[in-house]
């Protein structure tokens, strides 16, 4: 069965603190995808990154930047210098690649950006 | 390009009533997926539509229902209403095995 889990359950940080949101998923899957999502209060998940499982590539955007391991099955995204407008409820997911297609959530980090 | 599309935005039913949420994929997306987010319970899985059949269902009962029409479109049915169906309900669409792409939801609440 596979699972996410997502240890923090709330985070709080002063603007322009870097702050690291943690991921670890298990799945029998040899192959499947990994995301990050962000929930603002409006309630829209936002699609922020997607990682397949044989690309163990660090990503960076902007301030935003993922960090994959494969072998500790972590897959963690760490935002640098946080700004107010990165409050949210940050989502870790995984989903085959082929097959049932659904993705399976981790329970969501609340993150709040203090000025 | 217009995102994922959900209406009502807002519902308020009563208990034993029905409810159908409505949903328009982004175009040349052919899976819809609807997801329940209901207070302390997470993001939850409930149905996958693509080209019109149901492709998988998640662990919730058959008062929830829905379909999938030739346009693509979706709507979620959701019959005798419980207090525990007051929820967010996202609906979702990618190409198949592509990434899922989430609308803004549809909040149900019932009294």
């Known amino acids: 069965a596979q699972k996410v889990t997502q240890a923090q359950t709330e985070i709080s940080v002063v603007e322009k603190e870097d702050v690291t949101l943690d991921c670890v998923y298990e799945t029998r899957d040899t192959t499947y995808y990994l995301f990050w999502y962000k929930q603002p209060p409006s309630g829209e998940l936002v699609f922020l990154i997607r990682?397949?499982?044989?690309?163990?590539q660090n990503e960076i955007s902007g301030r935003y930047s993922w960090n994959f391991q494969k072998s500790t099955s972590s897959f963690n995204f760490t935002i640098t210098a946080s700004q107010v407008v990165d409050s949210a409820v940050y989502f870790c997911?995984?989903?085959?690649?082929?097959?049932?297609?659904?993705?399976?959530f981790g329970q969501g980090t609340r993150l709040t950006i203090n000025p | 390009e217009a995102g994922v599309t959900q209406s009502p935005t807002h519902l308020i039913k009563t208990r034993g009533q029905q409810a159908t949420l409505r949903c328009s994929p982004i175009s040349g997306h052919t899976s819809v997926y609807w997801y329940q987010q209901a207070l302390g319970l997470g993001l939850q899985f409930l149905l996958w539509?693509?080209?019109?059949?149901?492709?998988n269902r998640g662990n919730f009962p058959p008062r929830f229902s829905g379909r999938q029409f030739p346009n693509y479109s979706s709507e979620l049915n959701v019959n005798a209403l419980e207090l525990e169906d007051s929820a967010l309900y996202l609906c979702a669409s990618s190409l198949v095995g592509n990434t899922i792409y989430f609308g803004e939801g549809s909040w149900l609440t019932v009294v």
């Open positions: 997911a995984l989903k085959e690649i082929q097959g049932a297609q659904k993705l399976v």
């Open positions: 990682r397949n499982s044989f690309d163990e």
């Open positions: 539509y693509d080209e019109g059949e149901e492709r």
